[in-house]
């Protein structure tokens, strides 16, 4: 018996499919929003499955930003292949993205700026979240986390139908020394950003709104997001960032996010299937990979007591002070400039 399982594990060995190279292509990722802060255009090479080198920046492009029937502005380089714009697009403007490489000249589709998006309201609502965790053996057991869902509503109209939500979660948490000691205030950020959140009307709805969109979900326990029990947790900061998009935006990452839950199905799409919008002028057979969209842009954000069981009452409030917010850490015995208490 001994024979044959190592015969078994001798035999075992990783196959690893060729791979015919290809010739590189054109990678584009931009965002330019209202904030001029949030705006960029990073530009890189593809490289092939196997390549291990670092990734190739495009650098000396020339970049611009087209107001049909305006102005051309030109982008600065601030960081190899990292171009900035010292402008912003206007609500009901049409522009155009053009970059010129080398021989190349690089266009995108003609993309109207949207309307500045709003959320009409925000609730939590009972949840259970249910993962899977293998034990000690390997062998898979599902866990099931009783916390609250947060959602939003907002609203629909003609010029502005989609969203795009991004948020990060600010837990508060206060240690009390032995003794005499001040106590620590401190906090810690969460982060559920997984695949792109997109909101839009549902098919054949005839509501005027997008209602009960959740956003992101928090456990009860807030201790499990510590690193110490002796850390009290004291409430949440939600910051949400909210993106007015097209319905072509909608579309794209729609696409993106089947790409990224697939799971080796037949049935899933393939790289090549996720269309941008941008082509390249003189050559029409050359392929880029990437999307030139344009966002407005809002953050909210909220203070949140979610309780600690179903029937718990807990509290949610809007917060008009923005202060900025590193991921984590501490001060003792002072309060931070951002603190949120709840009452």
């Not at 499990?224 to 319905?247: E, F, N, R, V």
Request: charged share 20%.
């Amino acid at each position: 018996m001994g024979l044959i399982v190592s015969l078994f594990v001798s035999c075992e060995e990783y196959y690893k499919p060729d791979m015919n190279p290809v010739p590189n292509m054109l990678v584009v990722e931009s965002q330019l929003t209202n904030d001029q802060n949030r705006n960029f255009v990073r530009l890189s090479m593809t490289r092939n499955f196997y390549n291990t080198d670092p990734l190739e920046w495009i650098t000396g492009a020339r970049v611009e930003f087209i107001e049909v029937g305006g102005k051309t502005t030109r982008a600065v380089e601030r960081n190899p292949g990292y171009y900035a714009f010292p402008v912003t697009p206007v609500t009901g403007k049409k522009y155009i993205l053009r970059i010129s490489y080398q021989r190349d000249v690089f266009e995108s589709e003609v993309v109207v700026m949207p309307p500045m998006p709003s959320i009409d309201s925000l609730y939590t609502k009972h949840k259970i979240e249910t993962s899977y965790r293998t034990d000690g053996y390997g062998v898979p057991m599902k866990i099931k986390t009783p916390g609250r869902e947060i959602c939003i509503d907002a609203p629909v109209s003609p010029e502005l139908k989609y969203y795009r939500f991004s948020s990060k979660e600010v837990l508060q948490w206060i240690y009390y020394p032995p003794g005499l000691a001040p106590p620590w205030f401190g906090w810690v950020t969460i982060s559920n950003n997984g695949v792109f959140n997109l909101a839009g009307p549902k098919e054949y709805s005839t509501s005027g709104k997008i209602n009960v969109h959740p956003v992101f979900s928090l456990a009860y326990d807030g201790s499990q997001y510590l690193d110490s029990a002796s850390m009290i947790p004291s409430g949440w900061i939600a910051i949400i960032d909210q993106y007015g998009i097209t319905k072509e935006s909608y579309d794209f990452h729609e696409k993106l996010n089947q790409q990224f839950s697939a799971e080796g199905s037949l049935f899933d799409p393939v790289l090549t299937q996720v269309y941008g919008n941008i082509h390249c002028k003189n050559d029409p057979t050359k392929v880029v990979l990437g999307f030139f969209e344009l966002n407005s842009y809002r953050q909210s954000r909220y203070f949140l007591d979610i309780g600690s069981f179903e029937d718990s009452p807990g509290r949610v409030r809007k917060i008009n002070k923005y202060f900025d917010i590193p991921d984590n850490g501490f001060k003792i015995d002072t309060i931070p400039d951002f603190w949120e208490n709840n009452y």
